[in-house]
């Protein structure tokens, strides 16, 4: 019998992107995160399941991400970048012919049959990514994931009902898109916030009595998340289930009974933020020791000399890459050509040492307490593939491994909490996944400014939806649409996060910024509509252009609907 359940959890997300610039920011992030990562794991899960191993995987895919993914103008797109991609491989390949070498001519014939076949893996799911994968899910080879419409960082938003709008956003895509409503959700960054007073990033006033994420979420008939370690252990316990029933212990219970599991990241707990009862949601803590195998810049796998490096590339726009690792020091002008049949062993070396770590984590946990431990593993998706190209293999060998391993169920999110109910439940602090495990990221000095201007927006919309007449007025009810869209992109986290980084600032502060002059717009002419029918036959030709603009870039999330903005 299995001493502990394991739980692998990739986090899919990516910005909205579409008609919103190519490259080097833009489309191009999309494409290359569904060619190196979204269709590989595909693969990975068919042939899983080929060899009779059910990959038992727990993948998010964000509303924003399934929404760029089914829309048309990503599958032309994507279809231009796989060609561009193979004539790009096989110009190389000329170039090795005239150099003569030899090597770098094998690597660019790679390339183009590597291409070639995304190309047809493509066309042979219809060019549906996200029905690809519902469909496994369907199959009980997965389970999908929701989260927030657009990524938006919870805990830092003004007001509660726009978190409501979020949630409600997220769910209603995923729902139209995979034809099913998951029960679990990412929380954007794993960034938590509990009830009670609340105080602004940005010096806006405050809140004595805001309601806790955990609360937000469960309304929504959403059942766990996950959080980071660190939130986990600095929980407070609140409740305990004794033959049956749910009982009231103190604070000091994590304490005095360690070996109940209080407070492990290897078990799940049952989540309320004022602990007026045991909770409506289940949180599943990250395993860091367990992540830093592949995570860490230092001792994780993907540092490994013979891996193909990501940074080097050959040419420069959208250039193919035909180096490795070599060394993680090693200057970029001295790595070491890749050698494709250096990896598959090396693969599988460190697929192996993966299951070890986790085997003798679920051990030392069951000889501690005698309990079923859980291992939860967590990743951003586009890790496997995109930034270490051979990650999946390595979960396609992970899975295989622990397939055929006694010692350890390998089980979905949802399936690990119904077969091991949690029987604590914890009051659990503010914080995120993120540096420092708080909120530093998302809310600095680069960035608050940024915090400023949303909460303005949210406040005009909320007004706007109370004193405008947009369920008599289809007008004013398909402009403040519209203004929902924008508010929805702008509260993306995705933007603060490449300022704060340094990582495409002047993209990150642009894409801001337009969606805030439509959103102030489409309000704008909102108002003035209400108050003089016939203002639209009126309007001049900035405005036309600010609403025609929006209609032509942002083209996700066709089916707003305003009453997500209402508090119950």
Excluded at 28 to 47: K, N, R, S
Excluded at 129 to 134: F, K, L, S, V
Excluded at 310 to 337: E, P
Aim: aromatic fraction near 12%; glycine fraction near 8%.
């Amino acid at each position: 019998m299995a001493v502990g359940s394991f739980c692998l959890v990739l986090h899919g997300h990516l910005p909205y992107v579409l008609r919103h610039g190519v490259w080097p920011h833009g489309e191009d992030w999309l494409y290359e995160a569904a060619a190196e990562t979204y269709l590989p794991m595909l693969d990975v899960i068919g042939h899983c399941a080929l060899h009779h191993a059910t990959p038992k995987l727990t993948i998010g895919l964000t509303p924003v991400l399934l929404e760029q993914l089914a829309h048309d103008h990503f599958k032309r797109g994507f279809e231009e970048y796989l060609a561009d991609r193979i004539d790009r491989a096989k110009q190389d390949r000329a170039e090795f012919q005239r150099d003569g070498n030899d090597h770098l001519i094998y690597l660019a014939d790679r390339w183009v049959g590597w291409f070639e076949q995304l190309r047809e893996r493509f066309d042979g799911i219809g060019r549906d990514i996200p029905g690809a994968y519902a469909q496994h899910a369907r199959d009980g080879m997965i389970e999908i994931l929701t989260s927030s419409a657009t990524h938006a960082y919870l805990p830092l938003m003004y007001e509660d009902s726009s978190i409501r709008a979020q949630l409600r956003g997220g769910l209603a895509s995923s729902h139209r898109i995979l034809g099913f409503k998951p029960k679990g959700m990412w929380l954007p960054e794993c960034a938590y916030r509990p009830g009670g007073a609340w105080t602004s990033p940005n010096g806006w006033h405050g809140k004595e009595n805001r309601i806790g994420i955990d609360h937000l979420v469960a309304d929504e008939e959403i059942d766990h998340f996950f959080i980071e370690a660190d939130m986990m252990a600095a929980s407070r316990s609140e409740y305990v289930r004794n033959n049956g029933s749910w009982l009231r212990v103190d604070w000091n219970e994590a304490v005095k009974y360690a070996s109940r599991g209080w407070r492990s990241v290897n078990e799940p707990h049952r989540v309320n933020s004022d602990a007026t009862s045991e909770g409506r949601i289940i949180a599943l803590a990250r395993d860091g020791d367990v992540c830093e195998q592949v995570w860490s810049g230092d001792i994780g796998y993907p540092a490994d000399g013979v891996y193909l490096e990501f940074h080097k590339k050959w040419g420069a726009r959208r250039g193919l890459r035909y180096w490795k690792v070599t060394g993680a020091k090693t200057d970029l002008g001295a790595k070491d050509m890749y050698h494709p049949d250096d990896v598959a062993g090396r693969v599988h070396e460190h697929a192996t040492h993966f299951c070890n770590v986790v085997r003798s984590r679920l051990w030392d946990y069951h000889n501690k307490t005698g309990r079923h431990g859980a291992v939860v593993a967590t990743f951003d998706a586009e890790l496997f593939g995109h930034w270490w190209f051979e990650g999946p293999q390595f979960v396609r060998d992970v899975i295989l491994a622990l397939n055929a391993d006694a010692d350890v169920d390998l089980q979905t999110s949802s399936e690990m909490i119904e077969r091991y109910p949690p029987d604590k439940s914890v009051s659990l602090p503010e914080g995120s996944w993120g540096d420092g495990g708080d909120h530093r990221v998302w809310t600095n000095d680069k960035v608050n400014w940024m915090w400023d201007i949303e909460y303005r927006c949210e406040a005009n919309f909320g007004k706007a939806t109370i004193d405008l007449p947009w369920k008599k007025n289809p007008t004013v009810a398909d402009l403040l649409t519209k203004a929902a869209r924008e508010l929805f992109l702008l509260q993306a986290s995705d933007w603060p996060f490449v300022i704060t980084r340094g990582q495409a600032v002047d993209y990150g502060i642009k894409r801001f910024m337009q969606h805030v002059g439509r959103f102030e717009t489409l309000i704008d002419i909102a108002e003035k509509a209400t108050a003089d029918s016939a203002y639209l036959n009126r309007l001049g030709e900035i405005e036309q252009f600010e609403i025609q603009d929006a209609e032509i870039h942002d083209v996700i999330f066709p089916q707003i609907e305003l009453d997500w903005w209402k508090m119950q």
